[in-house]
T-cell receptor, first 113, second 111 residues
Framework: EAQVTQNPRYLITVTGKKLTVTCSQN?????MSWYRQDPGLGLRQIYY???????DKGDVPEGYKVSRKEKRNFPLILESPSPNQTSLYFC????????????FGPGTRLTVL | RKEVEQDPGPFNVPEGATVAFNCTYS??????FFWYRQDCRKEPKLLMS???SGNEDGRFTAQLNRASQYISLLIRDSKLSDSATYLC????????????FGAGTRLFVKA
C-alpha cells in the first residue's frame, strides 16, 4: 500500500530534550516536506527536500533540522525543543512537480512541557 | 497580510445546500492551486486541483482567476459526509518546492 508513515504519532517531552520524528514514504517520491499545524494558522512549511542531500528552508525553519540521506526517509530533528514547538506535525511527499498532489502522513502530535 | 486567505467560517448548512468557498492569494510566483480536505485534525487529503479553465468532479467545482488571484470551490447538494475543513493550497514557483496553505474554512452540514 502506498503510504507515508510517521513515528511517533504522539509524544510528550520536556524542554531541551532532543527528539527526532521519523518520516518514511514507499512511493519513490522525489520531494518531501515537513509542516506544522497550529490553530488559526493553518499548515506552515518547516523544511522541504527536493532529493537526497538537497534540503531547503520553508517558512518556519527556526529550531528544526532535517536530513535526507535516503530517498524514502526525511526525519525532523528538534535539537532543543521548546514549548512553542508544541504542535501537530505532518510529513508529506510528492512525485516532483509543482502540479503534483502531496501525500501526507498521519501526523505527530508533539507536546513540549 | 497572509499569502493565502480564506473565509474564516465556520459554515453551517443544511443537507442539500450549495456552499461556496473563496480563497485569495498574493504571491505572484504562485504556480499551481489545490483544494484539500481535512477531517478533525487528521492528515489533509487532496480534493481537487484547480485549473484556469475551471474543473468539475461530481458535486464539486473549482475555479481559478489568475488576474484577480482568486480561487473558489463550490459544493452542490451538500452531504453530511462533506463536513470537514477545506484548505486552499498554493505551490510557488521559486526554484524550490514552497507550499502555502490557507488557514482553512470549516464546514458543518446538518440533517
Amino acid at each position: 500500500e502506498a503510504q507515508v508513515t510517521q513515528n511517533p504519532r504522539y509524544l510528550i517531552t520536556v524542554t531541551g530534550k532532543k527528539l527526532t520524528v521519523t518520516c518514511s514514504q514507499n512511493m519513490n517520491h522525489e520531494y518531501m516536506s515537513w509542516y506544522r499545524q497550529d490553530p488559526g494558522l493553518g499548515l506552515r512549511q518547516i523544511y522541504y527536500s527536493m532529493n537526497v542531500e538537497v534540503t531547503d528552508k520553508g517558512d518556519v525553519p527556526e529550531g528544526y533540522k532535517v536530513s535526507r540521506k535516503e530517498k524514502r526517509n526525511f526525519p525532523l530533528i528538534l535539537e532543543s525543543p521548546s514549548p512553542n514547538q508544541t504542535s501537530l506535525y505532518f510529513c508529506a511527499s510528492t512525485p516532483g512537480h509543482l502540479t503534483d498532489t502531496q501525500y501526507f502522513g498521519p501526523g505527530t502530535r508533539l507536546t513540549v512541557l | 497580510r497572509k499569502e493565502v486567505e480564506q473565509d474564516p467560517g465556520p459554515f453551517n448548512v443544511p443537507e442539500g445546500a450549495t456552499v461556496a468557498f473563496n480563497c485569495t492569494y498574493s504571491n505572484s510566483a504562485s504556480q499551481s492551486f489545490f483544494w484539500y480536505r481535512q477531517d478533525c485534525r487528521k492528515e489533509p487529503k487532496l480534493l481537487m486541483s484547480v485549473y484556469s479553465s475551471g474543473n468539475e468532479d461530481g458535486r464539486f467545482t473549482a475555479q481559478l482567476n489568475r488576474a484577480s488571484q482568486y480561487i473558489s470551490l463550490l459544493i452542490r447538494d451538500s452531504k453530511l459526509s462533506d463536513s470537514a475543513t477545506y484548505l486552499c493550497v498554493v505551490n510557488l514557483n521559486t526554484g524550490g518546492f514552497k507550499t502555502i496553505f490557507g488557514a482553512g474554512t470549516r464546514l458543518f452540514v446538518k440533517a
